[in-house]
């Protein structure tokens, strides 16, 4: 298995822009987190789906925050408007039988 | 609100040395707790966990011990080996919840 899959890895884009991050979670797997990593706040969680639908989004900083997963193979987390504070390493995760979470690779994020 | 704290940004430690990163929790509704290793670049990694009932696990050259009643768990690492270099997470959760810790950026100095 290839483990948890994101794209893009790094993603540089201007203040106001759409930007949309994508993860392939281990197949079997029907959990899915989306994690955000800054220097100051470590590994923040944003938003968990299981079984394909949202349950917590509480962590999701606002509006311009949305995330998706219409398929058990897929999910996308958006930020639109784009702004330079949402610059950050965005880690999509899957879980254990026994609770401990894959990560992918993450993919960074800087807004200019 | 951070219920995860690591408190030392950074440590340093020889080569062959324990290395020793703590952790402190206020949710005592926690019932699993994990230590994560990260390399740059890379996504966290799994490393050790331990169950609220138990208050030490070992694996190989880790240790997590859990101190319930002062919220408290340490990571041990001996000996300490350049490849531990790296950022460790520590993580509380519950139900299906993972709460992570800041880091704590270890370099083992040969």
């Known amino acids: 298995d290839a483990g948890v899959i994101q794209s893009p890895r790094h993603e540089v884009t201007e203040m106001g822009q759409e930007v949309t991050l994508r993860c392939k979670p281990i197949s079997g797997h029907n959990s899915l987190f989306w994690y955000r990593q800054t220097m100051m706040r470590g590994l923040e969680l944003l938003i968990y789906?299981?079984?394909?639908?949202?349950?917590?989004d509480s962590g999701m900083p606002e509006d311009r925050f949305s995330a998706k997963m219409p398929n058990a193979s897929f999910s996308t987390l958006k930020i639109q408007p784009s702004e330079p504070r949402d610059s950050a390493v965005y880690f999509c995760a899957t879980p254990a039988s026994t609770g401990e979470l894959f990560f992918g690779e993450g993919s960074r994020l800087t807004v200019l | 609100d951070q219920q995860v704290k690591q408190n030392s940004p950074s440590l340093s430690v020889q080569e062959g040395r324990i290395s020793i990163l703590n952790c402190d929790y206020t949710n005592s509704m926690f019932d699993y707790f994990l230590w994560y290793k990260k390399y740059p670049a890379e996504g966290p990694t799994f490393l050790i966990s331990i169950s609220s009932i138990k208050d030490k696990n070992e694996d190989g050259r880790f240790t997590v011990f859990l101190n319930k009643s002062a919220k408290h768990l340490s990571l041990h690492i001996v000996p300490s080996q350049p490849g531990d270099s790296a950022v460790y997470f520590c993580a509380a959760g519950s139900d299906y919840k993972l709460s992570f810790g800041a880091g704590t950026t270890v370099t083992v100095r040969a």
């Open positions: 789906f299981n079984n394909n639908v949202p349950i917590d």
